[in-house]
């Protein structure tokens, strides 16, 4: 699994880190995991094949990890299929609403679960975060290797167990926000989960920390 970071910031994008966005290709095709603000030209930057891309992967609605669906939808000739939380469906097609009609040609809205069904070689897991009421931790193994991914959410048991054992962590570390991790948070977490590897990520100010930190355009292979 080849995991391409396209975004390592938080809410606010910096010239340094976009908002978030992950392309994750393995032997069955290709992902996206959050789509922010111009994740879709930056995917492209890094090797997105639009013939490969089995699905988006939505973590939660906040505007930084679903900005850019409305672009993604629009650009798309064949269907584009989209997982995330319950209430997807009814997210996606307000994004929709949004614009005039047969602007934006509607997806294939599916659940977590389904996911295993439109890509090969895929299992995905989701726990609850401790952010918006919707919000997913997010555990893909795929080709045998685990990729865990936070999402957004402060220190809970969900985010300890998507990360359990992972052979890759993507770990947010927004800082001093509520509903988000500081560095603190981060280390307590990663000392309990003891993933293989970690990286910090949705970083809005540097932390002060020992773990490696995430940085747009890094390709780290599970
Ligand atoms: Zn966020
Ligand atoms: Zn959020």
Request: glycine share 8%; proline share 5%; with cysteine.
């Amino acid at each position: 699994m080849l995991v391409t970071v396209l975004g390592s910031g938080a809410a606010c994008p910096t010239a340094r880190r976009s908002s978030s966005g992950y392309l994750v290709e393995w032997s069955g095709g290709q992902l996206l995991l959050d789509a922010s603000p111009g994740t879709y030209q930056r995917a492209l930057k890094a090797g997105l094949d639009t013939s490969r891309l089995r699905a988006v992967v939505l973590s939660h609605f906040h505007i930084d990890h679903t900005g850019d669906l409305a672009g993604l939808l629009w650009h798309r000739d064949d269907q584009l299929t989209i997982a995330g939380p319950p209430g997807t469906r009814a997210f996606v097609e307000r994004v929709c609403a949004a614009y005039p009609d047969g602007w934006l040609p509607a997806p294939n809205i599916i659940s977590f679960a389904e996911l295993e069904h439109v890509a090969e070689n895929i299992a995905v897991r989701t726990l609850p975060a401790d952010h918006s009421d919707e919000a997913v931790c997010i555990r893909l193994t795929a080709d045998g290797q685990t990729l865990a991914y936070s999402g957004d959410t402060a220190d809970c048991p969900g985010v300890r167990e998507a990360l359990r054992g992972a052979d890759l962590a993507l770990l947010e570390c927004t800082g001093e926000f509520d509903k988000h991790c500081n560095a603190a948070a981060c280390a307590e977490i990663c000392a309990d989960a003891q993933p293989r590897r970690v990286y910090l990520t949705h970083i809005q100010h540097e932390p002060d920390t020992n773990l490696p930190l995430a940085e747009d355009g890094l390709v780290l292979t599970v």
